[in-house]
């Protein structure tokens, strides 16, 4: 391991490292973030390589905000996407962002070995895998 929501526009061109980065960073930058001024951007890639983007959207009422993972599952979702290949997330801090423990949850439901990549404005980046950041998570099969 390396140092460590609107939904966007689909896109099957280039998914190259660098596209999902810039995504990353539009969505990043279309971020509602007046309250903790943590703009974050997520470009998440289907199996079928379609590409995904969601940013942060605050709230007044803290709880009603939505991370910018969770938007990019849930406007993939609504296009019929349901299997993830990729996540790439950007923040502006000096360190790369894991996704919080709610957007953990959210897309072990969908991608249990999921592999994340978090870039920051200055360059540096950090790799996980869904299941280094969630070991023991609660799935569907919990439920049996």
Do not use: K
């Not at 526009?9 to 998914?15: K, P």
């Amino acid at each position: 391991m390396t140092p460590a929501a609107e939904g966007g526009s689909d896109s099957r061109a280039d998914q190259s490292d660098e596209a999902l980065r810039a995504a990353a960073f539009a969505a990043m930058e279309r971020a509602y973030a007046p309250y903790s001024r943590f703009r974050v951007g997520a470009a998440l890639v289907g199996a079928g390589g379609e590409v995904v983007t969601g940013c942060n959207v605050e709230n007044a009422a803290y709880p009603s905000g939505i991370c910018a993972e969770r938007g990019a599952v849930m406007s993939a979702v609504a296009r019929g996407i349901r299997t993830f290949d990729r996540l790439v997330i950007a923040t502006e801090e000096d360190e790369p962002a894991s996704p919080c423990g709610q957007c953990r949850q959210v897309l072990v439901e969908f991608a249990p070995a999921l592999p994340i990549v978090s870039v920051t404005r200055g360059g540096r980046e950090a790799h996980w895998t869904l299941a280094e950041l969630l070991p023991n998570p609660f799935t569907p099969a919990s439920l049996r």
